[in-house]
């Protein structure tokens, strides 16, 4: 995906006029899919990573860091002009538009394929930042005493607070898209799918999306968020902060809080569809494992959190449903009744209880003919569009399974919140617009990512079935980056190759409480999993366990189950990866893999306990929770310090450890 299209997006109440069009043409898009690629096999292990960027403006002068929405421009020009083109193509990388005007998303080019060259990976990452950075910082003014820099971090800590926004005024007329009391709508992308679609999930909900994330507790910590403050632009959305927000608790209202936050994926395409199916099984555990352990997000709006990661924020940052579907009762019940939102009366008889935003954890395992799956394993409660699942199952163009029929049926419950006028009509067996429609907007752990109708067995020059791994929060150095996503591909290549010996299954229910788990502040420390037991045997038994011990056990660990049979098995070690550390070719490997042990043993901090540590023990800090302008600032610098592994005031060595820090200073790429 390169720059969006331009197009007339329709607001909610023509929208939902054709939100059944949408599902049911994206059926028959999906059903003509698997007649055309469902018998594709042999397909190589490409992969590919997506990092988001945020670019800040460090404004020296008044000490203060700040999202910087005013140049924009700088990802148009990446995708349009032929010089950034041809600087793009020679280096192999691609820029895409996120939600935020600040953000940037970049990619390979071409996928990667295995693991040729270990470092490949976090080089190509470091041409896209190179690129980014070389594009921005033309705008530095020493004059102005101002810099622009593009930083991967989780979240701007300073998101929806005073001065955090490198425009003058933004509050000097009304935000209509989000409504918000704290985000300007000058936070969103400017192509008028993301305004749109911010409005269109508010409007659907009946109320402003209501996020409360618990505040960190200090000494002098206020009982309430006090940022809230009267306002009356908008009725009654202005009148729902009192109703909704909990004392004790940060409270956001827009989508620009979650989807202005960045992350790490990885998509792998396997063989063939059952394999596909099977790695995403496998992965389904992996995901809140590695979501605590990648934990990078402890600030939100100003105020140090109770929790580490942005994965609830963005749950409801998106989170359309009813009141009625979400079993609450609406903010403001005489505006909103019977909790139906803005869905209107003559659909008002579908609606079902919805237990999940369409953000969230995944729900279904995908089964398929693996000698583990059990369907009794899916024993969580997923709602399902029945009259999509019985088309799934019943037709003459390409019969689908039970469970990956419910899967597909599942993710068919939502509206369509984003639809063009211009592309309303599209043709079932060229297109998978409409699929798609509904497929992006399901934002889950694990993302199974169908072909499109060209890509028949023998055209290898389309892609096949690939699972996309989304939980992971980017970390702020290529080094970390490229060390999750080099793990993962590890663990991809174990679950392809042992497919045989490797049983993931435990119940999905267990799955979403890990998630819950995932959430506690400084889980990769202080809290239990629900683990398998064994990965040889029949059995989906679990116990608790540490992450230390998810990653470390010789009899249940991730490291004797998958990384070091998968490493001997092609021939880079004998028994154990520590082995590469001797390794001539491979030894950064090594430290890629002794990033994550020693982040899982707790050896190494979190990129949040890291930030967490720093705030708590600024000078300016007032053990209020709130992390002021100046905290901020010094923050945004120090995050920039690592970034370059710049070791002058000895960061370098407090974040990674003397081991790595010395390999990783000496050996740059
Ligand atoms: P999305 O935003 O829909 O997840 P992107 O295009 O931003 O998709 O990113 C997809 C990722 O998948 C990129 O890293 C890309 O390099 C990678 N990729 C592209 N083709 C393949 C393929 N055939 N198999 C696996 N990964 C691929
Ligand atoms: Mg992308
Ligand atoms: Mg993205
Ligand atoms: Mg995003
Ligand atoms: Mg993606
Ligand atoms: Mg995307």
Known sequence: MGLLAAGTPLCWDEARRYSEHIRTEGIEQLLYVFQKAGKRDNDPLYWGDELEYMMVEVDNGNSNAMVDVVHDYVLTELNTDPSSKLLCKEHNVEFHPEYGRYMIEATPGVPYHGLADESYVEYNMAQRRKIADYKLSKFNSAEKHTRYVVLSLTSFPRLGTDN???????????????????????????????????????????????????????????????????????????????????????????????????????????????????????????????????????????????????????????????????????????????????????????????????????????????????????DANVPVNTTVLKRLLENDIAPLDYDLAKHFAHLFIRDSVSIFEESINQDRETSTNHFENLQSTNWQTLRFKPPTQKAVPSNKKAPGWRVEFRPLEVQLTDFENAAFATFLYLVVDAVLTFSDNLNPYLMMSKVWENMHIAHNRDSVRGDKFHWKKKFNTESPDTSLCSIDEIFHSASNGIFSNFINPILSYRNLIDKDWQELKTSVTHKRLYYYLALISKRASGELPSTARYMRHFILNHSDYKQDSRVSELINYDLILLAERITNLDNSNDEITGFFGQEISEYLLQNRL
């Not at 009946?206 to 994330?213: A, D, L, M, Q, W």
Request: proline residues 8%; aromatic residues 12%.
């Open 164 to 378: 955090f926004i490198n425009i003058p005024n933004p509050w000097n007329h009304k935000n209509s898209a989000s409504r918000s009391l704290f985000l300007p709508d000058e936070i969103i992308n400017r192509h008028v799918r993301f305004p749109t679609l911010t409005a269109n999930i508010r409007t659907r909900r009946g109320e402003k999306v209501c996020i409360n994330i618990p505040m960190y507790k200090d000494e002098k910590t206020p009982k309430h968020d006090t940022s809230i403050y009267p306002r009356d632009w908008f009725v009654p959305e202005d009148m729902e902060a009192a109703e909704v927000s909990k004392p004790g608790h940060i409270y956001m209202d827009a989508m620009g809080f979650g989807m202005g936050s960045s992350c790490l994926q990885m998509t792998y395409q396997a063989p063939n569809i059952e394999k596909a199916r099977f790695l995403y099984d496998s992965l389904v555990n992996f995901a809140p494992v590695l979501l605590s352990l990648s934990a990078a997000a402890p600030v939100f709006k100003g105020w140090l959190a109770d929790q580490d990661v942005r994965w609830n924020v963005i749950s409801g940052a998106v989170d359309c449903r009813t009141p009625w579907e979400r079993s609450e009762e609406p903010a403001l019940p005489q505006y909103n009744i019977a909790g139906c939102g803005g869905v209107a009366p003559r659909d008002r008889k579908h609606l079902q209880r919805i237990p999940k935003s369409r953000y969230s954890a995944v729900d279904l395992f995908l089964g398929g003919h693996n000698k583990f799956f059990n369907r009794t394993y899916n």
